[in-house]
């Protein structure tokens, strides 16, 4: 089981904290003076990762597919960005969510906003690149799930890196955790991926 929405992860945007929640679905504000709530949106799924911010912008991922652009101050929605391909619903979790949620956590670098979608490789594994200030796509990278590759116990078979956890940025390169495989490495100017490896068994991430 992962671990990484075990506890409530905030940041602090000037004089608020701000901290999505995995119960209800929301991303909530506070007041780092007072402890008193400022403002809260719901999404349509558990926010499972700590928001990144960028200027006066909030983006907040969700179980339901979409990366939302919030206004830090307010709350206020300015844009949702879609993970997957279209909008579809499964059970996740005792949950309703997308089939294509957001499990890659935002990371924000140079004003671009990456974030990944789906879970299961032959439905599709989306990572993205995503201009924070106009919400505008820089590059989507739709073919990992699609690679032929061999799998730990030996077989080849369609998969590779499904992110799972927080993504990272190191100079020009994106980094993408995947839970017990060794993290996938992408070119994050081009999305193109430049390593990836499973892992032996006891080798992995």
Known sequence: ??????????????KLMIVGSTMNDSVTAFDTGTGAEVWRFYTDGPVRFAPAAHRDKVY????????????ATSGELIRK????????????NDR????????????????????TAGIWPFMGIFIHAVDAN???????????????VTHPHGTPSFGSIVPQGFLAVTGDRL??????????????KTGEMQRFEFGGKGNGG
């Open 81 to 92: 960005i879609a993970g997957g391909p279209r909008e579809r619903r499964v059970i996740g």
């Open 1 to 14: 089981k992962f671990q990484f929405h075990a506890v409530c992860q905030p940041i602090i945007v000037g």
């Open 60 to 71: 907040a991922a969700s179980d339901d597919g979409n990366l939302y652009c919030l206004e």
């Open 134 to 148: 106009s919400g505008e796509f820089v590059w989507v990278n739709s073919e990992t799930g699609s690679r032929w």
């Open 175 to 188: 980094l993408g955790p995947g839970g017990r495989s060794l993290p996938g490495i992408f070119d994050r």
């Open 96 to 115: 309703v969510v997308s089939t294509w949620p957001i499990r890659g956590g935002p990371v924000i670098a140079d004003d671009t906003v990456y974030f």
